[in-house]
């Protein structure tokens, strides 16, 4: 018989209880496959009786020390999200001799070093599957399948609230408002949706993506970071005229001597992979030297896809397998925003009687020797798609127009992608 | 100092091109990765002047005992192809006391179970991430990313040889023959190109993929598959029309007693992402309980998306990784053609003036409580897509269709993907 090994769960929200629920029903496979019995010996929440009604075999305490201090736990199970007091339980559980799993992308985008630094001390392991693209073995693939490839590139759509309210704006001519307070009805965005429509979700995990394949600090920063709040159904409808579907694009990207990061509302030619990425699901495309370009699609969020994450570490640990901890490199480039590559882009200028003076931005525009590529000019909007040009350039034009048509007119831009 | 480990190496072909030079290239990131320098001590092939031509360094001779008997390779790498000497030099290296990386898939699909009892009993390890999808990291997703997940269905395009063929023919109306020629020209497909566009080859990876994920038998039937000599540039055309691609597609799927298994020419929606994977791409879709669909995509041959997987499998077993041998199940259910289930068809009749007897097939359609979902009468030929019916039902149908119309009417039919 195989040892059976003990885990400690922190945590019993949607994703708790689908670690819960998936390990019961498949047991007998997740044993087959990782040569032990799983067992949860002990779940941390805060309210007891909900959860024994849930799961009524289990020890349910609210004392995070009950996991930390039993010498039988052999693994801890961090579902809890935030940072207090997840941190402290993650470094403790490390100093008492126990692997971790979390799916804490906040965390790790932000206090990553010193909990891998922390796990390597101790001769412990930190697994995260569950912390980026919910169920798809992205991590995995980066770390494991990819292991003799240098990265070049990775896009990746992360954030579940995100593309399901975008995707509705593609459906159908709604505003940005109303499609949010439908997602927030139909459970696919949250009261306080701030976290994940202001795009800082979809950075957190950039920022742990980043760190695997590029070896970029863990120290996630908001300047770098744009939302889909300012995205409106009259650019969507240009940008479906145009041949483009507006995802939340996470991308980093490898230059000669930094690292670009960026996290915004970008135009996806719809014949692609990403373009066709709907609903509440994730994907994440990898361009690297010898695989080429490769992508993967699945569930980002949810109970049971998320829990099919963290059981996939619990039975990497136990098989015993050994990844070194992803510390960021002491050589490490910057994080850079985008801005010495060239892209291609869309502008819409909003302001009445603008349709009269297309030739006077036509003209700035071969001033600083951009191309366009598409125009279309209707209902005091003037829209454009360029060729790809420099940002530097792109920039001083976009002030030029400014300067020239004053404060009546509204800019909006945004990148395309390549 | 970590230990260095030796390995050598059996085949110097396209993939054994490919692992000796993306190693060489990115040996720093992979030693990081891996925890050891990895090193090609012997290299067996046949041409040992066209090969010191590309690797000088190496020492490369032509008697495969040079690595079954050096104590010093602790990893075999079988890039040969083929059943002899393939088998034998595997199995010899694991009673040797080697750990095997493989690319060899009709090996793996017909003696897989002799191969991996054999590693089992000495202790040893055979990896093959590279026998099915190329570059993708398929077999791990399959195995540890969804370790936890009950598998209920696999479909996958997963050789590049058919597929290349196939979408040139939706690119332009050419023959099957034409694009055929087309494809070799440009190395597409071999001088010899049986095996690929026979099916074969797409068969034997999905009996590894289906004895992954089910545990039915590594026992390669090709009487299940049917390859794409019989696609025409006009079953291209109405499967346009209809809004679907024409794709050669792998299904494993999971019944309730048993596990149909099929490779065969079939109608994919033209909105879905199997229909987007042009070219030579690979591409694997899983159903499974606790993530629900997930999708994966990548180069599927060629030197160094192979080299990727190899690569990536040496990493593993640097680091240690145990992953148990993947035996087919004792009580392993029967691998079934897929029949018992319900389908969406499409089926051409063609025939001289077979569009004056509409009527007369509707009626027999009827007969059989087929319901038909879409109908085009052109140029002798009449189309049908139907509702799902089962396929008892819809054989009976075609029977009495070939009984009214006698020798004059050929009979197209294809699957339809759900």
Redesign the interface.
């Known amino acids: 018989m195989p040892e059976k090994l003990y885990i400690g769960m922190a945590g019993f929200g949607t994703v708790g209880r689908?670690v819960y629920t998936?390990?019961k029903?498949?047991a007998e496979?997740?044993e087959?496959?990782?040569?032990h019995a799983l067992e949860i010996k002990t779940i941390v929440c805060r309210d007891i009786k909900k959860a024994h009604d849930f799961a009524n075999e289990a020890n349910i305490v609210n004392d995070l020390n009950a996991i930390i201090d039993d010498p039988e736990i052999s693994i801890a199970v961090e579902v809890m999200g935030g940072i207090k007091p997840a941190k402290s339980f993650i470094l403790n559980a490390i100093r008492n001799g126990k692997d971790v799993v979390t799916a804490n992308k906040a965390l790790l985008a932000t206090h990553g070093d010193e909990i891998f630094r922390e796990a390597q001390k101790h001769n412990r392991r930190v697994y995260f599957?569950a912390s980026v693209a919910g169920?798809?073995?992205i991590i995995?693939?980066l770390?494991?399948?990819?292991?003799?490839?240098?990265i070049f590139e990775i896009t990746g759509i992360l954030n579940g609230t995100c593309n399901y309210i975008l995707s509705s704006m593609h459906q159908s001519p709604v505003s940005f408002e109303d499609a949010l307070k439908e997602a927030q009805k139909l459970g696919y965005a949250e009261a306080d949706p701030t976290f994940d429509i202001e795009g800082l979700d979809t950075g957190h995990k950039l920022t742990i993506l980043s760190a695997l394949a590029f070896g970029t600090p863990y120290q996630f920063d908001s300047s770098r970071v744009c939302g889909i709040t300012s995205v409106s159904s009259t650019d969507v409808k240009y940008a479906q005229k145009f041949g483009f579907v507006i995802k939340l694009l996470a991308i980093a990207r490898k230059n000669k001597d930094n690292i670009s990061f960026s996290v915004s509302p970008t135009l996806v030619p719809e014949?692609?992979?990403l373009a066709?990425v709907n609903a509440a699901m994730n994907a994440v495309e990898i361009k690297?030297?010898?695989?080429?370009?490769?992508?993967?699609?699945?569930?980002g969020a949810g109970g049971?896809?998320t829990?099919?994450?963290v059981?996939?570490d619990?039975?990497?640990l136990a098989?015993?397998?050994?990844?070194?901890m992803p510390l960021s490199e002491a050589n490490s480039v910057a994080l850079m925003p985008i801005d010495a590559v060239n892209d291609k882009n869309y502008i819409r200028l909003h302001a009445p009687l603008i349709n009269e003076k297309a030739g006077l931005v036509e003209q700035i525009f071969k001033q600083f020797d951009i191309r366009i590529d598409k125009e279309m000019s209707e209902e005091n909007n003037l829209v454009f798609i360029t060729h790809e040009c420099s940002e530097n350039r792109f920039s001083s034009a976009l002030d030029r127009i400014r300067r020239s048509f004053g404060e009546t007119i509204a800019i909006h831009v945004m990148k395309i992608k390549k």
């Open positions: 689908g998936v390990l029903r498949n496979i997740i087959r496959r990782s040569g599957e169920g798809i073995p995995k693939a770390r494991e399948g990819l292991a003799a490839n240098q014949n692609t992979f066709h690297s030297d010898a695989l080429g370009t490769s992508f993967y699609y699945g569930a049971e896809p829990a099919s994450a059981l996939a619990l039975v990497d098989r015993g397998n050994q990844v070194s």
